[in-house]
T-cell receptor
């Protein structure tokens, strides 16, 4: 199994600013992903965090808005740039060694005013 | 593309009642199927999974059987408890390879509330 932590756990930000969310895994994982969960909604995949290369973004998400880093097999960051109230969501990272098992972090609750 | 559809919620039950939450899917490739649970204020936890047709996943009294013929993965529990109150998500991933590997597609979630 893998234990995933995220920082910060929550934040309140002003529109136009940026926030970087950190995701730390207690063991090396092959795959890491970032998801968004808007209020009362399901989870939507933002991107696949690729170790040592640019992230792979899903339709509707772009690197300029959600830059992602993954310098090694245990750590990744997601930045939410130039925030607006529509970015208020829970952001979750997940990681795992296989298709069948993905572990999730506790999430970062973001409120943009 | 891949999609997951869950029954409309929320679901409200009395303790010890029988629970069914329906889940159907469409997928390219041969999917693995999952149920995740999100307790109030917490992150997602894997509840159970099944990776091939006719497999039954089970955990904590919950069960779900991978039905390829009906493209379904319904969640059941014979006797729910107050502590089962949470949001339940059905999800799938496919082994299509390349950029699809490991990515999860989620249903919309079903809120379950169990009263004493």
């Amino acid at each position: 199994s893998a234990v995933i932590s995220q920082k910060p756990s929550r934040d309140i930000c002003q529109r136009g600013t940026s926030l970087t969310i950190q995701c730390q895994v207690d063991s090396q994982v092959t795959m890491m992903f970032w998801y968004r969960q808007q209020p009362g909604q399901s989870l939507t995949l933002i991107a696949t965090a690729n170790q040592g290369s640019e992230a792979t973004y899903e339709s509707g998400f772009v690197i300029d808005k959600f830059p992602i880093s993954r310098p090694n097999l245990t750590f990744s960051t997601l930045t939410v740039s130039n925030m607006s109230p529509e970015d208020s969501s829970i952001y979750l990272c997940s990681g795992g060694q296989s298709q069948e098992t993905q572990y999730f972090g506790p999430g970062t609750r973001l409120l943009v005013l | 593309g891949n999609s997951v559809t869950q029954m409309e919620g929320p679901v409200t039950l009395s303790e010890e009642a029988f629970l069914t939450i329906n889940c159907t899917y469409t997928a390219t490739g041969y999917p693995s199927l999952f149920w995740y649970v999100q307790y109030p204020g917490e992150g997602l936890q894997l509840l159970l999974k099944a990776t091939k047709a006719d497999d039954k996943g089970s955990n904590k009294g919950f069960e779900a059987t991978y039905r390829k013929e009906t493209t379904s993965f319904h969640l059941e529990k014979g006797s729910v408890q107050v502590s089962d109150s949470a949001v339940y998500f059905c999800a799938l991933s496919t082994n299509a390879g390349g950029t699809s590997y490991g990515k999860l597609t989620f249903g919309q979630g079903t809120i379950l509330t169990v009263h004493p």
